[in-house]
């Protein structure tokens, strides 16, 4: 475990602002968040969770779904989060382009907002089978922002 629950509550009162991105694995790909709490960059992998599927701006945040995971170490709390997405895009055939996400203690509640796939809207490049504990980091960096991370099965 890279995050306590004392770093967990670290507020940076000079925010980073937040962002995500891919980086190269292989034949998976990385997902990586930035924010300036657990919860923002937990957020922001979740859109770059989307980017690898399509173009976040085709995906109309028209439709609401709650998900919650609970465990107590971040990093795994971070899987399951990816993972309950996942799940929620494959059995209802949905993309999702707005996250919202809190975290109190061991405990996530997330919404996510999207529509359903239309393949001529949406153009899916690979379907993601889920997040994996490869390259799996939760942490408050250096400079105060938090990354979180981990490499996709697509």
């Known amino acids: 475990m890279t995050g306590t629950s004392q770093e967990m509550a670290h507020i940076d009162p000079n925010p980073a602002p937040a962002r995500w991105e891919h980086f190269p694995h292989e034949a ?14 937990f957020e922001q992998a979740a859109l770059a969770l989307t980017g690898v599927i399509t173009d976040l701006d085709t995906v109309d945040p028209s439709e609401r779904v709650a998900v919650q995971c609970e465990v107590d170490d971040p990093e795994v709390l971070f899987v399951d989060w990816l993972n309950a997405i996942i799940y929620e895009m494959a059995t209802r055939q949905m993309l999702f382009s707005k996250f919202e996400v809190a975290i109190e203690g061991s405990r996530l509640k997330g919404q996510l907002w999207g529509e359903t796939v239309v393949v001529e809207k949406h153009h899916p490049a690979v379907e993601v089978k889920g997040a994996t504990f490869t390259s799996l980091r939760v942490a408050c960096e250096a400079e105060g922002r938090w990354v979180a991370q981990c490499v996709v099965d697509v």
Not at 28 to 41: E, K
């Open 28 to 41: 998976d790909m990385g997902i990586r968040g930035y924010g300036s709490t657990p919860a923002q960059a």
